[in-house]
């Protein structure tokens, strides 16, 4: 595809200006401001005059044709004449590529008869377009990456959008992003409080990790995509956040049962967890922790998927601790293994040391298509014995077709959580074909997905 030519979108517009003293400015923009000044968005009405700094151009709207300015009302004339001496003066004013709104070029540059795309607002944030593609197909892989074809300009689908006053990167070509998304992104997160713990099962960019973290939340992300995992850290540096975050690559199930794992030296402690509440003032004022934990350094996560041996190193320095390089606990797919933990820790600046198997506050599970199969990790995922407070929120997203319904959804809910579920609460989030909706199953855990402590478990903790 060859670059934009920019350079074809430029518009040249003959206009003219009043040449006054720099003094009455202001006067004369406010007697011309209803209809005869210049009215363009982002363009200044009043400039410079290139022939002496002690003149003001204003610069006169379209309706004024005429040099003798017998296009405006008597009246206008009469009070501008009163107001000072007036120079009428030819202006040229030149609209460049940057002065056009994103669909007025789409428009431009889209070859004939092919409509903006209705993907269009994924990047009508972003300043300069360089490429226009459309979705096309349906989503059938598992990152659920759209396929695109690219319409116009480079091939690199590489780009920058904003949300709520965050920064993504991403490279729409290799993982997933849907802006349709960004009011449920923000609703869920102002359900969060600083100092919150949250897990992200289904992380992609970060569109809910980011702000929560940016909150001060302590947040657990992760995405079995390697590419999701990869802006997510990039995401976490570009927003400043990546003390808060620990990111990790692999499957949603192996890395709660990652996550949730009670370190062996935790186990064998007899006075466990003492300390499981982070004090309000170390939250507020994000200072380090002394004597009850500090930060791990590096904190390198595993992934287990088809390629199953790659090591992604995260961005959080918190107190979870890693599995290193080289004792790649979960390459085999043994959750029970990955307890093993190191237990290098420095000091650093930053949240608040979670265990997150001592308490969670929200798990979410942004994965429509299938996160409801996933919530069978929760059977017996939380120790009783080490648990300290109220069970975590799941918000679970799903689709619900025409054909089905909220207790039908909450039937299947309940069978893989092999519990029932007390209060759930169902959020319409959008309509995403004529007869399926998106929703958010919202509840808290029930009790008896606790794990019991059982003889065999208080015994080799014993020894
Ligand atoms: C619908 S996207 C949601 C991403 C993000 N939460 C958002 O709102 O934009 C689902 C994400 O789940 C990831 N994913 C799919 N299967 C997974 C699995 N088994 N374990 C972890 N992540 C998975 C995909 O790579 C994708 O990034």
Redesign the pocket.
């Known amino acids: 595809m060859e670059k934009l030519d920019e350079s074809k979108f430029e518009q040249r517009l003959q206009l003219w200006a009043l040449r006054i003293p720099r003094e009455h400015a202001s006067a004369v923009t406010r007697l011309l401001r209803s209809s005869y000044l210049l009215d363009k968005p982002r363009v200044k009405p009043v400039v410079e005059d290139p022939e002496s700094d002690k003149n003001r151009l204003v610069v006169l709207s379209e309706r004024v044709q005429k040099p003798d300015l017998s296009d405006m009302p008597e009246q206008v004339y009469d009070s501008l004449k009163q107001l000072c001496n007036v120079d009428v003066v030819p202006y040229t004013l030149t609209l460049g590529y940057s002065y056009w709104s994103a669909d007025h070029i789409l428009r431009q540059i889209l070859p004939d008869g092919v409509e903006v795309p209705s993907s269009f607002e994924t990047i009508k944030n972003y300043p300069r377009i360089q490429t226009v593609a459309n979705k096309v197909g349906t989503i059938t892989n ?3 990456v759209p396929q695109f074809e690219i319409l116009a300009g480079k091939s690199d689908m590489v780009t920058e959008v904003k949300q709520y006053g965050a920064t993504f990167r991403l490279d729409y070509g290799s ?4 802006s349709r ?1 960004e009011h449920e ?1 923000i609703r869920l997160v102002s359900l969060f409080k600083k100092g919150d713990v949250i897990c ?6 970060g ?2 990790s980011i702000p929560a973290a940016q909150k001060g939340c302590v947040v657990y992300a ?4 390697p590419e ?1 995992v990869h802006y997510l850290r990039m995401n976490a540096k570009i927003n400043k956040v990546e003390d808060y975050i620990s990111a990790y690559n692999m ?2 199930r192996m ?1 709660m049962q990652n996550v949730m794992g009670v370190p062996s030296e935790t186990q064998s402690d007899s006075q466990v967890a003492a300390d499981n509440c982070y004090p309000e003032e170390m939250l507020s004022t994000n200072e380090n922790p002394s004597s009850n934990g500090s930060y791990d350094d590096v904190q390198e996560n595993c992934q287990n998927g088809t390629s199953g041996s790659s090591l992604a190193s995260s961005t959080a320095k918190k107190g979870q601790q890693p599995v290193k390089e080289g004792e790649s606990d979960c390459q085999d797919g043994d959750a029970s293994q990955t307890k093993k933990r190191n237990n290098k820790r420095v000091r650093g600046s930053g949240p608040p040391p979670a265990k997150p198997w001592e308490h969670i506050d929200h798990v ?1 599970m ?3 298509a299938s996160a409801l199969q996933f919530l069978d990790c929760f059977d017996g995922l939380i120790q009783k014995k080490y648990w300290k407070g109220s069970l975590p929120w799941i918000h679970c997203y799903c689709f619900i077709r025409s054909s089905e319904s909220e207790e039908s959804v909450l039937a299947e809910a309940q069978s893989r959580l092999n519990a029932k579920i007390a209060e759930p609460i169902f959020h319409r989030v959008r309509d995403v074909a004529p007869n399926k909706a998106m929703f958010c199953l919202s509840f808290k855990l029930p009790v008896e997905c606790l794990k019991k402590d059982t003889e065999s478990q208080i015994q080799a903790v014993a020894e």
Do not use: C, K, T
Request: glycine share 4%.
């Open positions: 598992e990152f659920r993982v997933y992003w849907n998304l992104h992200d099962m289904f992380a992609g960019i569109p809910f992760n995405d079995l995509n999701s499957d949603a890395f979410l942004n994965l429509p």
